[in-house]
């Protein structure tokens, strides 16, 4: 069974730095692009970037180019997310998705993880 | 970077009714070398991540009731539930696939019982 497993609820001050996970399982991890998008508090989804944990390759959305830092370690499996520096702006949901199609970055998202939801407060 | 809209913003439908949902991309997502629509709709139930529906603009993920259907081609694509279900309850959303590694996502439909 494919799964993608998302690491827990982050609750940080702005100007911290943090690193959210996502596991995968069930499949080839090295095989598949990994996504991540975000959601803010009763909106709707936006693009942040992919990885092939194969080679690395990374590509970011503009609006998030500079922004954030994905990465991948295929020896456990684990994509990353993460922030050098947070602002109360980065407050949302964060899913990783997996592409339906092997190798290349298209179709459409048949994996999801559960999500985590990241505070930054004061 | 093309741009997705949908209409409309929300909308409440009696059990049983059909429901219809438009999304149109700022540029055509047909891939004239394969025919084939780069286009996905998904729904979200809350407190949960979105969950695939159809793909290609036409094609059902397994597992997917067939009161779920999509048409479309170019830039305007419908997601049609038959007869809508309490458990269809959802927001909705459309995706392009067309410009990776960009992947726009519609603004998203809300979907509620009358």
């Known amino acids: 069974e494919v799964q993608l497993v998302q690491s827990g609820a982050e609750v940080k001050k702005p100007g911290e730095s943090l690193k959210i996970s996502c596991k995968g399982s069930g499949y080839s991890f090295t095989s598949y692009w990994i996504g991540w998008v975000r959601q803010m508090p009763g909106k709707g989804l936006e693009w942040m970037g992919i990885?092939?944990?194969?080679?690395?390759?990374?590509r970011y959305s503009p609006s998030f180019q500079g922004q954030v830092t994905i990465s991948a370690d295929k020896s456990i499996s684990t994509a990353y997310l993460q922030w050098s520096s947070l602002k109360a702006s980065d407050t949302a949901m964060y899913y990783c998705?997996?592409?339906?199609?092997?190798?290349?970055?298209?179709?459409?998202?048949?994996?999801w993880g559960q999500g985590t939801l990241v505070t930054v407060s004061s | 970077d093309i741009v997705m809209t949908q209409s409309p913003d929300s909308l409440a439908v009696s059990l049983g009714e059909r429901a219809t949902i438009n999304c149109k991309s700022s540029?055509?997502?047909?891939?004239?070398?394969?025919?084939?629509?780069?286009l996905a709709w998904y729904q979200q139930k809350p407190g949960q991540p979105p969950k695939l529906l159809i793909y290609w603009a036409s094609t059902r993920e397994s597992g997917v009731p067939d009161r779920f259907s999509g048409s479309g081609s170019g830039t305007d694509f419908t997601l049609t539930i038959s007869s809508l279900q309490a458990e269809d309850v959802a927001v909705y959303y459309c995706?392009?696939?067309?410009?990776?590694?960009?992947?726009?996502f519609g603004p998203g439909t809300k979907v509620d019982i009358k």
């Open positions: 998705a997996r592409p339906m199609v092997r190798g290349v970055i298209t179709g459409g998202f048949d994996y």
């Open positions: 995706q392009q696939y067309y410009s990776t590694p960009i992947f726009t």
């Open positions: 990885i092939y944990p194969g080679d690395s390759d990374t």
């Open positions: 540029q055509s997502v047909l891939y004239s070398s394969n025919n084939k629509n780069y």
